[in-house]
């Protein structure tokens, strides 16, 4: 089962999310997330848990803020993760932001000093496998610097495309090794 883990203010239901969802029919789960750091790792470390309970094959696929929690996730339980674009230092990123509005409803919410130090605290500072990851960048994204997770991931499996945005144009078109690669 591969579950995608949306960005920042996205949701399940998000433009990335539809995509995997029509791809990968009944094997992907594209949750919508809390805006709360602590909670979002919570319900994810809840589903994951749960699946493998059942002995299910996870797989994560996590696009910008995402990838800093697939990145997490996959490092604690071992798992295979694909990073799209992702934040490698959310907590500076995100660190200005106060207001901010879900794109998925148009719902607005706040970032709070707490978020962030929930978001610092999430930081992976030694990646146990990086065999166990495909770092996905294009190097015109307009949100993050793509060298940070260049340097930081520089033993994955580092897939760089000239040009491209932040949401990581055309990413359909790595669908079928997304799936080789997380045993779908």
């Known amino acids: 089962m591969i579950i995608y883990i949306h960005g920042f203010g996205s949701s399940g239901h998000g433009g990335k999310a539809t995509l995997f969802r029509e791809y990968f029919e009944d094997e992907v789960i594209a949750p919508s997330l809390s805006y709360v750091p602590n909670l979002a790792i919570d319900t994810l470390e809840q589903l994951i848990e749960l699946l493998l309970e059942k002995d299910e094959n996870v797989g994560l696929v996590g696009s910008s803020l995402g990838g800093y929690y697939a990145l997490y996730l996959a490092n604690k339980y071992d798992l295979k993760a694909v990073l ?55 190097t015109e994204d307009e949100v993050l610097d793509y060298t940070e997770a260049e340097e930081k991931l520089s033993e994955s499996e580092l897939i760089i495309e000239e040009g491209g945005n932040h949401s990581f144009e055309n990413i359909e078109s790595y669908f079928r090794k997304i799936g080789s690669f997380l045993g779908e």
């Open 84 to 138: 799209i674009n992702p934040a490698i230092y959310p907590y500076k990123t995100l660190d200005k932001v106060g207001m901010a509005m879900n794109y998925y409803d148009s719902t607005s919410f706040e970032v709070t000093t707490e978020h962030i130090q929930q978001l610092k605290a999430l930081e992976v500072n030694e990646i146990k496998n990086q065999e166990n990851f495909i770092t996905l960048l294009q």
